[in-house]
């Protein structure tokens, strides 16, 4: 299950007045405004993420897991498939005090995160 997925845009504030109005009809809003990203969702968490960068930017996609070892094993997992480390697995209390999680770049250069919002 995807846990949520973030794109690079050029222009935060022309992107983001475009998806409140694309997305109210689905009933999207913004969770959370961080100034250089802007989370959008349908209750309280944002599942859809967009962040200033440039055009054709990596894209990030974070994946859920049941448990924290399963953060673990998929971190180790990619490593030796040739990942590289772009956040070993922990906690990042910045987004909520049980959001464990690791991020890895894949091949191309996406940022791949795997996390569990379970203490």
């Not at 990942?83 to 690791?102: E, F, L």
Request: aromatic share 10%; glycine share 12%.
């Amino acid at each position: 299950m995807i846990d949520h997925i973030g794109i690079p845009v050029s222009d935060l504030a022309r992107s983001k007045q475009f998806f409140i109005a694309a997305l109210t009809p689905l009933g999207y809003k913004v969770i959370r405004d961080l100034g250089e990203a802007v989370g959008m969702g349908t209750e309280t968490r944002a599942d859809f993420w967009m962040g200033k960068a440039q055009p054709g930017s990596p894209s990030h996609i974070a994946f859920v897991a049941s448990e924290r070892g399963l953060v673990d094993a998929f971190y180790q997992a990619a490593i030796a498939a040739g990942g590289r480390d772009n956040g070993k697995p922990g906690i990042r209390a910045q987004y909520h005090p049980d959001y464990y999680g690791a991020f890895v770049f894949d091949p191309d250069g996406n940022n791949i995160e795997v996390v569990c919002r379970k203490g």
